[in-house]
């Protein structure tokens, strides 16, 4: 079934530790996005790619980082968890820029301690 | 000001009515408009999006938008218990690369 994976499901993780939360689609759209959703604020970008080799921050992008090495995989790490950081994290993807409407994986959970 | 605006709700109506969801903008350039729903403990789904103003209606939903007033609504025709969920409206503003999400508004339909 085509569509977005995320993993892991949910996690629990120290802070301090280092942490990648995978993102692969298999629909072979360009754009892909990581946003986290948190209570009473929705959900919030966090960064984007247009296309493969490509990346730009969005709303709150301090404290993670992303790759995209290719059209299918756009990994989101935490390089040093803080506790402000617990949210669940959705990964999207949609076909291009602009009027393209979002395709979202199933979310990971993500408690830091 | 939020850039998206949404009524956290919760949005109480009867099993068979109408439900109607409001959303406001601040970015006057905005160009496109989204409506997801997302129930708990689930990811977001698309219901509509719209690029004009005026309705547009697919089944027992209609989008509403009227850029004058800076505002998009959805109606939600013959509410269903299953229609129970958060309700997400998204734009995408002048310059921006994805979508901005208002907070949702959450919908209960009581049987």
């Known amino acids: 079934i085509a569509g977005i994976t995320q993993a892991p499901t949910s996690q629990i993780l120290a802070a301090g530790r280092r942490m990648t939360l995978r993102c692969t689609q298999d629909?072979?759209?360009?754009?892909m996005y990581w946003y986290r959703q948190d209570l009473g604020l929705g959900l919030r970008l966090i960064h984007y790619?247009?296309?493969?080799?490509?990346?730009g921050k969005g709303e709150v992008p301090d404290g993670y980082s992303v790759s995209r090495a290719n059209t299918d995989d756009f990994p989101l790490t935490l390089a040093s968890a803080v506790p402000s950081q617990t949210s669940v994290y959705f990964c999207a993807s949609s076909p291009g820029q602009g009027n393209s409407p979002l395709h979202f994986g199933n979310g990971t959970r993500l408690t830091v301690t | 000001q939020k850039e998206v605006e949404q009524n956290s709700g919760p949005l109480s109506v009867p099993e068979g009515a109408i439900a109607s969801l409001n959303c406001t903008y601040s970015d006057r350039g905005s160009q496109s408009f989204f409506w997801y729903r997302q129930y708990s403990g689930k990811s977001p789904e698309l219901i509509m999006f719209i690029y004009s103003n005026g309705d547009k209606e697919d089944g027992r939903f209609t989008a509403q938008l009227n850029k004058a007033s800076q505002y998009v609504s959805l109606l939600i025709r013959d509410s269903q218990p299953s229609d129970s969920a958060t309700y997400l409206c998204a734009v995408i503003q002048t310059g921006r690369r994805a979508l901005t999400f208002g907070s949702g508004t959450r919908l209960q339909v009581q049987p």
């Open positions: 790619s247009n296309t493969a080799g490509t990346t």
């Open positions: 629909m072979r759209h360009n754009a």
